[in-house]
């Protein structure tokens, strides 16, 4: 079994996720018999691994093929690594209401903005490219920033099949930070690269740190290495890129490497909230 595998690796080694289901098409008919099936699999092909071991009956030939699940496979494992906040997990770019915004400025905006992502999603490949991101930002917390980028981020991962990772810029420091003690499991070097690497790397909440010249320097040197290798970066922030308190370098290279989208200067998250505990509320009080 193990040479198997090791033949299928060194055969097929840029087989891409989408080809799973062409490959399906392929298996053989009643001269090969399938070796590992069970309900591991959820189409009883393989045993859950993502690769079918068969066997011919005439000459007891064996070979192996992906699985059609094997796609499924690779997709947990992505969304698994995004490391994207479970109430953000299933958010769409479509499911993103701009009716909810009080004021027909703020619905507009926020029209504005969904189209803008949609049509970054759809022309993705011109973007990438050129290794543009998107950079959300308003002056209101709770105005839809984070869960519109993650939708985003949703989409690449799930339409697009990009490695996509979720992250603060308070953790992504504070990462870094650790790497500095004796007992830590990765050097700063080996964290940076795990990061730069990374094909869509959403930066949330950027400004809310304080701009010391360790971190102008630690995400100026990221940012740089990220669009020098083509790497995609989404921002969300609280002010615009000419408002950032960091220095003019830093500022200078986000605006090179993403694309401004206003959202509108409402806190719909306070207003969800409160809705939510409102019905909770009447449950409390009527027993329901």
């Known amino acids: 079994m193990k040479q198997i595998i090791q033949d299928l690796k060194r055969e097929q080694p840029k087989m891409r996720e989408n080809d799973s289901s062409k490959e399906q098409k392929k298996l053989p008919g009643d001269i090969w018999k399938i ?13 859950g691994s993502g690769i079918i071991f068969m066997q011919n009956r005439e000459t007891l030939e064996t070979k192996a093929k992906y699985c059609k699940c094997k796609e499924q496979l690779i997709y947990s494992q992505r969304l698994q690594f995004a490391n994207i ?4 997990s299933s958010l769409t770019v479509n499911s993103f209401d701009t009716q909810i915004y009080k004021t027909q400025a703020d619905r507009e905006t926020a029209k504005t903005a969904k189209i803008m992502t949609a049509n970054y999603i759809k022309s993705f490949e011109k973007f990438r490219e050129k290794a543009k991101g998107l ?8 105005s839809g920033k984070t869960r ?11 339409v697009r099949h990009m490695q996509v990772k979720f992250i603060t810029t308070l953790d992504l420091l504070k990462e870094i930070r650790n790497t500095y003690n004796k007992n830590t499991q990765y050097t700063e070097s080996q964290l940076i690269e795990s990061i730069n690497s990374v094909q869509v790397l959403i930066v949330d909440d950027i400004g809310v740190e304080q701009p010391t010249n ?5 995400l100026f040197s990221i940012f740089d290495t990220r669009m020098k290798y083509n790497k995609i970066t989404i921002f969300t922030s609280n002010c615009s890129i000419e ?3 960091h220095d003019e370098r830093l500022k ?3 605006f090179k490497m993403a694309i401004p989208v206003k959202m509108p200067e409402e806190d719909v998250r306070k207003g969800q909230s409160k809705r939510d505990n409102e019905e909770l509320q009447n449950i409390l009080l009527r027993g329901e």
């Open 35 to 47: 070796l590992n099936a069970t309900s591991d699999c959820p189409y009883h092909m393989c045993d």
């Open 85 to 88: 906040p479970s109430e953000f």
């Open 135 to 142: 950079y959300y930002y308003s002056s209101t917390r709770g």
């Open 148 to 158: 519109l980028a993650v939708s985003l981020g949703n989409a690449l991962l799930k």
């Open 214 to 218: 360790w971190v102008n320097e630690m």
């Open 243 to 245: 408002n950032l308190q």
């Open 252 to 254: 200078s290279r986000i």
